[in-house]
């Protein structure tokens, strides 16, 4: 693959997509921008194109368009502007593009990720959720269509750095790397670590999304709080280095210094530092594997003092043990798992439930998809009717909850 990239960034408004436009601007002999996406936010969008100068963009509906358009600086020729999900996924597959930033958040951003991956691209896979709902199909594109799979969430990012150099490792690998143990993934614990219990139900939006280490969209910091991130993350982790669940350890880590490790069947560790910033993560993908300059400052251990671990209470964190249950259970639950929090989480984050309603009604909905029994879902519409019929199980759960 040559060393420069023609990128599309799926979401591009959003914190990665923001995160990865800082990276890009740094490389522009090695970082071209080809295409950008965004569902709102439509004139951040069109400051964007200006600046990296993006041939093509791709918004929700017409209304978008006339707000790109009204938006966009006179005198300056006009990018193409595509219109719907149909354009998104087709632009994820360009023959212009080298790379796919998938950056969308939630299983909308499945269709065009699983798109990069069909058309061979690089991609740079953020958007855990496609994962979750659809991890066979995506690693099997993966494979079929020699594509190459970066993950860029910073935890499996930073597995993946430490794994052995091997030509399968991005390439969707059908066994556990050789002479590895397990997968230790490290968790903040998010802002209520140690808010007592009886609190809880009393949190509001706000503080749900003021993480302590990280920046990042309201619907991910959410997830961290209840860590139903981690749970994502754990799913995720299963199918990127196809790794049983036995074999994956969840460690709170408060500092978010050391970004997970992998254990050796020798005794040894290997671990990934720095600091909690998206953009190291990402120029890795970009420049991969190549090194370099994020912008990301350097991480002063001396400052640190200590690192501490401790094991994830499930109790404290019902969304963790749910996820657990949802992944040993098949596609049907995680797929399942992930609706039921999409449509929890937006409804908390509209004051519409509290945020201990949020595992009730994965819980909900969880037993509801084992009741239904449903075969495992072999193509993407499969996957999209089990997201939806979950959506509507969810949203009607949350107007009696
Ligand atoms: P965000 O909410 O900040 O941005 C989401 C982007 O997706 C925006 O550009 C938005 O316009 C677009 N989008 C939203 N709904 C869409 C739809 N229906 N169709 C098309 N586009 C749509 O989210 P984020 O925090 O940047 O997270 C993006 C993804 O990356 C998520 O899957 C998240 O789990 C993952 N991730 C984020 C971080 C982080 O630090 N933010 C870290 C690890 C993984
Ligand atoms: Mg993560």
Same mark, same amino acid.
């Given at each position: ?167 399968? #490792? ?108 998206? #953009? ?110 979950? #959506? ?10």
């Amino acid at each position: 693959m040559s060393a420069v990239q023609h990128l599309c960034i799926l979401g591009s408004t959003g914190s990665i997509g923001v995160s990865t436009l800082d990276v890009v601007a740094r490389h522009p002999e090695r970082l071209k921008v080809h295409a950008l996406t965004a569902h709102s936010r439509i004139e951040t969008l069109a400051a964007q194109a200006v600046r990296h100068a993006a041939r093509v963009v791709v918004v929700p509906d017409d209304a978008a368009r006339q707000r790109f358009l009204a938006a966009w600086p006179a005198g300056r020729p006009v990018p193409e502007i595509r219109v719907g999900a149909q354009a998104l996924a087709d632009t994820a597959a360009d023959p212009d593009v080298t790379a796919v930033m998938a950056a969308i958040v939630g299983a909308a951003g499945l269709p065009g990720a699983l798109a990069a991956a069909r058309a061979g691209k690089r991609v740079l896979l953020a958007n855990k959720e496609a994962l979750v709902a659809a991890g066979g199909l995506f690693m099997q594109a993966v494979r079929n269509h020699g594509a190459e799979l970066l993950p860029i969430d910073s935890e499996h990012n930073a597995i993946f750095q430490c794994l052995p150099q091997s030509a399968e #490792r991005a390439h969707a690998p059908t066994q556990p790397a050789p002479g590895v143990r397990r997968l230790l993934l490290t968790a903040s614990g998010g802002p209520f670590r140690r808010t007592a219990l009886d609190q809880l139900e009393h949190v509001t939006p706000d503080q749900a999304c003021a993480h302590p280490n990280w920046r990042m969209g309201r619907k991910i910091s959410v997830d961290s709080a209840t860590m139903l991130n981690k749970g994502l993350e754990v799913i995720e982790a299963h199918w990127l280095f196809a790794m049983p669940m036995e074999r994956i350890q969840v460690v709170i880590h408060p500092q978010s210094v050391v970004h997970s490790m992998v254990e050796y069947t020798d005794g040894s560790i290997l671990a990934q530092l720095g600091q909690p910033d998206m #953009r190291t993560p990402i120029a890795y993908g970009l420049a991969y594997p190549d090194r370099i300059d994020s912008g990301v400052g350097l991480l002063e251990l001396t400052r640190l003092g200590h690192l501490d671990f401790e094991t994830p209470d499930l109790q404290r964190f019902p969304c963790l043990g749910l996820s657990l249950d949802a992944l040993k259970q098949g596609q049907e639950a995680c797929i399942a798992l992930n609706a039921a929090n999409e449509i929890a989480v937006a409804g908390f984050l509209q004051g519409k439930i509290r945020y201990t309603q949020i595992p009730e009604i994965i819980a909900h909905c969880l037993n509801e998809s084992a009741r239904l029994d449903s075969s495992i879902p072999s193509s993407l519409d499969e996957v999209l009717y089990l997201d939806a019929r979950t #959506r509507r199980t969810a949203a009607g759960y949350c107007q009696f909850a």
